[in-house]
């Protein structure tokens, strides 16, 4: 299972996090892939941190983030927590970037690090609930 689960999360291009506003609605966005992981543990973004979602983060850390595969109808969610990571230098995140991350031009950039609880994968019209330790 983990095996699938790492091919999925490899080649998903898009992912969409959700963090909780202040009035306890959610707030979803498109984000390019991670800049790092570590397996579905652990996934890092790059985001504006003077935006909407940072904000939504420094109030309430719980969220969620999905990814699926179109032509398998394959797909995974992940419900956890995030902590930004305020960025030191810009200069040696850059090499990482994306041409879409870096036209972006975040004047306060930080890293959303999503820590996961809970994975629900949906595949071959299975759901399986995984509880990572």
């Known amino acids: 299972m983990d095996k699938e689960i790492e091919k999925l999360l490899d080649s998903a291009e898009t992912f969409v996090a959700t963090t909780i506003d202040g009035r306890g609605f959610p707030h979803p966005i498109a984000l390019s892939r991670p800049l790092e992981r570590n397996g579905f543990h652990y996934l890092k973004f790059y985001i504006n941190g003077e935006g909407r979602t940072a904000n939504n983060i420094r109030e309430n850390r719980m969220g969620s983030l999905f990814c699926f595969d179109l032509d398998t109808h394959e797909s995974l969610a992940l419900k956890g927590y995030f902590l930004l990571e305020e960025l030191e230098e810009y200069q ?13 031009n975040h004047q306060e950039p930080v890293i959303a690090q999503f820590q996961t609880l809970t994975v629900k994968h949906y595949k071959n019209l299975k759901t399986e609930f995984i509880e990572p330790n």
Do not use: I, M, P, S
């Open 92 to 104: 040696k995140l850059a090499g990482q970037l994306n041409a879409y991350q870096k036209e972006l």
